[in-house]
């Protein structure tokens, strides 16, 4: 006490090198960090803290933390102190963003104990000799035939860490349990206040009545417990259940105590191990869509490569493509580091490992190993996450020789990065312990999945340690963020619990899988290649996946299956093309963009000429993008806009996808390296892309970009208040000779033109349509109307909608009489449709460009703008491209199907649409040669006109129209102002 009150570093680190308790209290429950915290001496905080494990969370009897103390002095180091015990303190709150510091105290009002978890992975490219250093880290016999890794391995447990001798030793299965791990945490139990009205009296058969005092010291409570042999609550729910599940036992204060006295009274020497949990990553590409579940943010990463091939060597083991271990290195790197922060752990720890050292001479090694050090100092070094990465060391070694110098030396190395891990001796709440002893059992008993439902009843059985519903969340969510368990907290995913993650590597395994692994012949081998060539999986097809033997003990109800097939939904490992079949709402395919195997045909590449196309660019900041992530962003595109289908196949690609933005446009998203590029492409110009859909095509992607990466952050268990410009740099731009010509959005905005490296001048107005006002309705005052290039082009039906829109029946005769037509034209026009403005105009405007063109002159903008002009009206022209995207946030998968006949006849029996029909034909991208004929076909039949263009609409052959989902017919309601129809669609298919 005297030596932290004084500030007498040196005295403090004697004193606890020979053996002095550093949590010891004085009479007002003050320790040894309260007095350093106080005093404002980090130092000597830091000494207790990392050298002696003393407690941050610690409280006096007044109920203050050594954080609380310095806070209080607010002065001189004092706010060092602070931040570094706010530093310390707070791993478990970045978990939980609904937790603050006396929410925390709440949570440890029971104890604390000092957590030592630690994470060793294993990763890098196939046949390198990753498991054979698995099997020495866990001392099992080291394989000497190569086996493939399917997917991952995760060893629980198998590796531990005697924090005595700072070692790193194998562990036998089942060597370390909770309590084990409880009881070299130092726990300490406290006293539990007793609520109004409890009763105070001891329960008899209290053997631990006396505090025991031994090197790890437990302080049983003197308050009263429930004995540990009292009977198991019996489960009142009705849900199926395994039939191999045992109900686990119950844990209370006292039990606990009793079997952690039995423990200290065998004297095992577990006390002092440290498990850590080893993960092994199989090295086919098809795997990395799996891999981010198991990516933490703590614990370190042993990248390997092969020795003898060296970082730039092609590997044979990648067919499809070139792929090097310098590629390969980078890929994981990128995907580790992408969500990371820099803290002052430097966690997670990358390290490297070249294998079959025992090709080479002694000399050879050396030169080897200086060789590959450089290489890799130079790939990293520039890395903005360097720090992370350990490149000035490679371990050169024999991964099938456990007696290995160099095994042995980065096992020192690991053991190293662990001791410095802030998460180490992390303190933890001792409540949290029976429900972790539970799960342990659960997981021992071969229970891979449990409902919440079910968990938390188990949870009410332990008396005083039960926790709330709340509070039970927390831990769920702090287990899931260790990797121990999958709990997405999420609505329709949080009703389950994956307690063993292994069963969900399974899981995934059934059909994201490299081709070395599948059947040689039968209907999984047919699944899987089918697949593997188009991304469409059916769901029956997932399901006899998943019937296998291999797969039964997992799936054991229907319900189970369809918890996992809403949890690949929200990763993003499945996609739902569409979702609604008249009154079944579930999907009958899916689509899993990370197993599609083609590349997009140079065919749609060259089709993106540079007069039709718009290109938008985003730029990782920090890396380049994992293959994971732009998996997930392909499948959010395609819930908002419907894959385009060719010769009956959807237009889904390795890292790219091909979509139907509306019935003149396509979308085209592809990752490439460090960005990803989004097209579109107008079928004649891209000066006719509208500007209202390509700003909101940027907004939907830009949203779902930063969702997804604040995504990977919270798996990470961090709370991110980045914004989306903090994570990434835009860029727009076009298609010049066949390449992308980009300038930086920022730089666009400030610039008129631009000159690319070939000598070719731009102009931004077209591409800064990727960031249009949208609520602009009239031009700026130095507008000079049209380009040039769009003057030339013949309008087409849409065009002339919103001009009638613009110009209004006021305007209309004088601007029809300079286009060229007669009076008598515009008397007959309005003799037929005068109780229609819109019409009246829309008709008027097709008959000008009929008789244009049967004077084989070519309508086109520039007669439009003269004839503006003409009446003082030019600035109405820039309106044409304007159009109403403002349902966009509403096309998810469930509208993307085709509506039902059913709902065809509501609209027009119930009459909810109105007398729109040349303004509703357009919008449903029928020719007027359809509309007309509708029109001939049914006179003076409003109901039959509307249902007959509505038909056509639903079954239209025509070569360029796009598929008729129930999303198109809603825009083109709501474009028509058709409101009663709109909110009908809205309610029958659960649109908010």
């Known amino acids: 006490m005297w030596s932290a009150e004084s500030g007498q570093l040196e005295i403090t680190r004697l004193l606890l090198n020979s053996g002095c308790e550093p949590d010891i209290t004085a009479k007002d429950g003050d320790t040894a960090l309260h007095w350093a915290a106080r005093r404002g001496y980090l130092q000597t905080t830091r000494c207790l803290v990392e050298q002696g494990g003393a407690s941050p969370l610690v409280i006096t009897h007044e109920g203050q933390t050594p954080y609380d103390l310095a806070a ?92 005595q001798q700072r070692k790193m030793i194998p562990l036998k299965k089942g060597s370390v349990d909770v309590l084990a791990k409880l009881l070299l945490g130092n726990p300490e139990f406290k006293k539990q206040p007793s609520l109004p009205g409890e009763s105070k009296e001891k329960l008899s058969g209290d053997p631990n009545s006396k505090v025991i005092t031994k090197e790890n010291q437990l302080n049983p409570p003197n308050t009263s417990l429930y004995p540990s042999n009292q009977e198991h609550m019996s489960p009142k729910s009705n849900q199926e259940t395994p039939k191999d599940f045992k109900e686990p036992p119950i844990h209370t204060a006292h039990s606990i105590q009793d079997n952690l006295l039995e423990k200290i009274i065998k004297g095992t020497n577990i006390m002092h191990i440290a498990p850590s949990d080893l993960i092994d990553f199989g090295g086919q590409k098809s795997f990395d869509m799996t891999h981010q579940l198991f990516i933490q943010h703590r614990g370190t990463f042993i990248l390997m490569f092969d020795g003898r091939k060296g970082l730039d060597t092609e590997l044979e083991e990648y067919p499809q493509e070139d792929v090097t271990a310098a590629s390969v290195l980078e890929h994981w790197i990128n995907s580790v580091l992408t969500y990371c922060n820099k803290t002052e752990d430097k966690m997670p720890r990358i390290l490297f490992a070249a294998t079959h050292s025992d090709s080479f001479s002694e000399d050879e090694k050396k030169i080897l190993a200086l060789k590959f050090n450089e290489e890799l100092r130079e790939m990293f070094s520039t890395h903005k996450l360097h720090d992370h990465i350990m490149y000035d060391t490679v371990f050169f070694m024999n991964a099938t020789d456990a007696a290995d110098p160099e095994v ?72 899931h963020s260790i990797g121990k368990l999958l709990y997405f907290d999420e609505p329709a995913l949080s009703d389950f619990i994956v307690i063993q993650p292994t069963a969900m590597v399974n899981i995934l395994r059934a059909f994201i899988t490299d081709i070395m692994f599948w059947p040689e012949k039968g209907p999984v081998r047919d699944i899987l290649e089918n697949l593997s060539s188009t991304g469409v999986l059916k769901k029956t097809d997932l399901f006899t996946l998943w019937s296998q033997p291999a797969f039964k003990d997992i799936f054991t109800d229907v319900r189970t299956k369809e918890y996992i097939v809403q949890v690949l939904l929200h990763l993003d490992i499945l996609v739902e093309p569409k979702r609604y079949t008249e009154m079944n709402a579930a999907a009958d395919l899916f689509l899993v963009p990370c197993m599609v195997k083609e590349r997009i045909p140079q065919k749609l590449h060259r089709n993106a000429t540079d007069e039709r196309i718009l290109c938008i660019s985003y730029h990782l900041k920090e890396t380049v993008v994992p293959s994971a992530l732009s998996f997930k962003l392909i499948g959010a595109a395609i819930s908002i806009w419907p894959l385009k289908v060719e010769n009956s196949r959807f237009c889904l690609y390795f890292q790219a996808a091909i979509m139907d933005a509306d019935k003149r446009n396509e979308l085209q998203i592809h990752v490439e390296g460090q960005r ?27 949203l779902a970009l930063g969702r997804i990466l604040q995504f990977y952050r919270r798996c990470f268990g961090k709370q ?65 109307g ?17 001009l009638a829109k613009t110009l209004g029946i006021g305007d209309f005769y004088n601007f029809f009489i300079e286009l060229g037509m007669e ?15 819109m019409e009246f105009m829309l008709m008027g405007l097709f008959e000008w460009r009929d008789k244009t063109e049967s004077d084989q002159m070519t309508a086109t903008f520039r007669k439009l703008q003269t004839a503006l002009k003409a009446i003082e009206r030019q600035h109405y022209l820039c309106q044409v491209h304007r159009e109403d995207h403002t349902l966009i946030e509403k096309a998810h998968n469930s509208l993307q199907d085709v509506p039902s006949d059913d709902v065809i006849n509501s609209l027009t029996e119930q009459k909810l649409i109105g007398d729109c029909i040349v303004h509703l034909g357009v919008e449903l991208a029928l020719s007027i040669g359809n509309i007309k004929e509708t029109m001939h076909n049914f006179p003076r039949d409003l109901n039959g006109q509307i249902h007959d263009l509505l038909t056509k609409w639903k079954n239209c052959k025509e070569t360029k129209s796009v598929k008729p989902t129930i999303y198109r017919l809603m825009v083109a309601l709501k474009r028509v102002k058709a409101a009663q129809g709109l909110n009908f669609l809205k309610k029958t298919y659960g649109v908010d």
């Open 72 to 163: 209080e002095m607010k002065k001189g180091d004092y706010k060092e102190v602070m931040e570094y015990l706010q530093e310390i303190s707070d791993p478990i709150l970045t978990k939980l963003g609904q937790l603050n510091r006396n929410d925390f105290k709440e949570l440890v009002a029971l104890g604390t104990f000092a957590s030592y978890e630690n994470m060793v992975y294993l990763a890098g490219p196939c046949n390198i000799g990753k498991s054979s250093l698995a099997s020495i880290l866990i001392g099992e016999e080291i394989p000497k035939t190569w086996f493939s890794t399917d997917g991952l391995i995760i060893h629980f447990g198998r590796n531990g860490i005697d924090l």
């Open 408 to 479: 042995e030396r980065m096992k020192d190395t690991l053991v190293d990065i662990a001791f410095k891990q802030s998460t180490w001796g992390q303190q933890m709440p001792i409540v949290w312990v029976p429900l972790d002893l539970q799960i342990s059992d659960m997981r021992a008993d071969g229970v891979k999945l449990i409902t919440k439902e079910r968990l938390l009843q188990i949870n009410k059985s332990n008396n005083e340690l039960a926790l709330n519903e709340r509070r039970v969340d927390d831990f769920l969510l702090v287990q």
């Open 676 to 702: 990803i590029f989004a097209y579109l492409i107008n079928d004649v110009s891209k000066q006719l892309i509208s500007p209202d859909l390509a700003t909101t095509t940027q907004e939907c992607l830009t």
């Open 823 to 837: 009076k008598a034209d515009y008397d007959n026009l309005n003799f037929r449709y005068f109780s229609n403005p």
């Open 786 to 802: 049209l380009e040039t290039e769009i003057l030339v082009l013949r309008p087409d039906d849409q065009h002339f909608v919103q």
């Open 720 to 784: 991110s208040h980045h914004l989306t410009s903090d994570m990434f740099e835009i860029e727009v731009g076009e298609i010049c000779n066949g390449k992308r010509c980009l300038i930086p959005l920022s730089d666009a905005k400030t610039k008129a033109q631009w000159s690319c490296k070939n000598g070719k001048i731009h102009e931004t107005k077209c591409p800064l349509n990727w960031v249009f006002e949208k609520n602009k309705k009239h031009c700026d005052s130095n507008c000079k």
